[in-house]
């Protein structure tokens, strides 16, 4: 059943783009606003996923296992890659649904993503890849470690996104504009309505449950999951070899359509060519993303709120290096009076006068 | 009071935003500024930013497919 990898693909690139889920831009966030808005809605679809995944692996319906910690390839490549996120502006599945939405910049990235992905893992650079993941320690994950049950660092984490959620809607009501809508009913829900960052996070918490039994279904023993597939996507156009053509190519072509639905539907597709430095900069950064997720051996996906929900050794040191990579890219890229185009906000600016 | 344009067609998030707080930081109190946009990921950031920051919305609407346009005013 290959095809549910295409549907629920699509399901998450849909509420990606009409939820603007941005990973990149929950991490920037912590760096250039001190907001950890985005970066609470992040932890808690792993706080969701978590639970449903050890309750899989308790009923038998999947079996969690992991490699030994490949700290090196891990934390070198979550740098790298959380640099490369903020060159390209997005991360894997941001870049993804921006793709949907006629970024051409997005496209841009995605192909020196999943290019770069194949020649890290497969092409002239997997030696230097495997070289980097052969330097391990003997660890997997927190519980083994610590001896204990799965289900007490579960609680410790629902405990804390729980307060981290708390803390976040109690802040004071904001009176926030928004478009004027132009739909009714279920339409103007889907279509028109502001997803909340935390309605957004729980549908795809749910999501990502669903990811694991389905995947493991068709023989791919795992859940969500984005340059693996990626990088197998770009291998499948140069070898023709069908077999390359799994659960997670499906699911990240899903990515696509859904996004576009989406944008599409919502009257936000618009085909949008970069200018000259934002084209190298997404060639940069879709490299380095590549590069960086084969080494660290997964993206923001699949290390930092896949392996993070077993938490797995690599997934949470994946996490910090991740946001250390994008506030160092950030500071250099972002950070006003860093950026050239920053300096042409006096010029952009026209002045009328209103009577 | 005076209006004053601020065109980010073209621009990736977070640049559209990053450049309203440049822009507004050098207005007079009261004056307002126009946010023309084609970064989906604004139409969520700028709003907030503009609640966040005590500064009313007297517009915000889309121009077309995939644009938008906000009036924030400086208060």
């Known amino acids: 059943m290959l095809i549910t990898g295409l549907l629920l693909g699509t399901a998450l690139g849909f509420v990606m783009q009409r939820g603007r889920f941005c990973v990149t831009g929950a991490f920037r966030d912590i760096w250039l606003s001190r907001n950890t808005r985005w970066l609470t809605a992040f932890m808690l679809v792993v706080a969701i996923q978590s639970v449903g995944v050890f309750a899989l692996d308790a009923a038998g319906v999947i079996t969690l296992q992991e490699d030994a910690f490949a700290w090196l390839a891990t934390i070198l490549g979550a740098f790298i890659f959380g640099f490369g996120i903020i060159l390209a502006g997005g991360c894997a599945t941001g870049t993804y649904y921006r793709s949907g939405e006629g970024l051409v910049g997005s496209w841009i990235a995605l192909a020196a993503y999943a290019l770069f992905a194949a020649i890290s893992k497969s092409g002239p650079l997997a030696g230097t890849t495997d070289a980097l993941r ?13 001896g204990v049950s799965p289900w007490v660092p ?20 904001l009176n926030i ?45 795992s859940g969500l999951g984005i340059t693996t597939p990626s990088s197998n996507l770009a291998s499948f156009f140069i070898t023709g070899d069908v077999e390359l053509v799994d659960w997670g190519v499906l699911l990240v072509l899903g990515l696509l359509v859904g996004s576009f639905i989406a ?31 084969a080494w660290a051996g997964g993206c923001t996906i ?13 997934g949470w040191v994946s996490l910090v290096f991740m946001i250390i990579g994008t506030g160092v890219a950030a500071r250099i890229f972002i950070t006003p009076g860093s950026n050239g185009k920053n300096a042409s906000t006096t010029t952009a600016l026209a002045t009328a006068r209103v009577s | ?40 990921q604004a139409t969520d950031s700028i709003p907030r930013w503009a609640a966040e920051s005590g500064y009313p919305v007297t517009n915000f609407d889309r121009r077309g497919d995939a644009e938008w346009t906000i009036t924030v005013q400086k208060a």
């Open chain 1, 177 to 221: 504009a928004s478009l004027p809508s132009q739909r009714t009913g279920v339409a103007k829900a889907l279509f028109d309505k502001h997803w909340g960052a935390f309605t957004t996070a729980v549908v795809i918490g749910v999501i990502a449950i669903l990811a694991w039994p389905l995947s493991w279904a068709t023989g791919r023993e």
């Open chain 1, 263 to 293: 944008a599409k539907a919502s009257g936000e597709f618009k085909v949008r060519v970069p200018d000259s430095s934002q084209a190298v900069r997404s060639i940069g950064g879709g490299a380095l993303m590549g590069i960086g997720a």
């Open chain 1, 302 to 314: 699949g290390n930092a709120m896949v392996n993070t929900a077993v938490f797995g050794y690599q």
């Open chain 1, 134 to 146: 052969s330097v391990t320690v003997p660890l997997t994950n927190f519980h083994t470690t610590l």
């Open chain 1, 154 to 173: 579960v609680a410790f984490l629902l405990t804390g996104v729980g307060l981290a959620v708390r803390h976040q809607l109690r802040k004071p009501k």
């Open chain 2, 1 to 40: 009071m005076a209006q004053h344009i601020l065109e980010t067609d073209g621009q990736v998030c977070p640049f559209p935003l990053v450049e309203a707080k440049a822009a507004i930081a050098e207005l007079p109190i009261g004056d307002e500024l126009v946010i023309n946009f084609d970064c989906t």
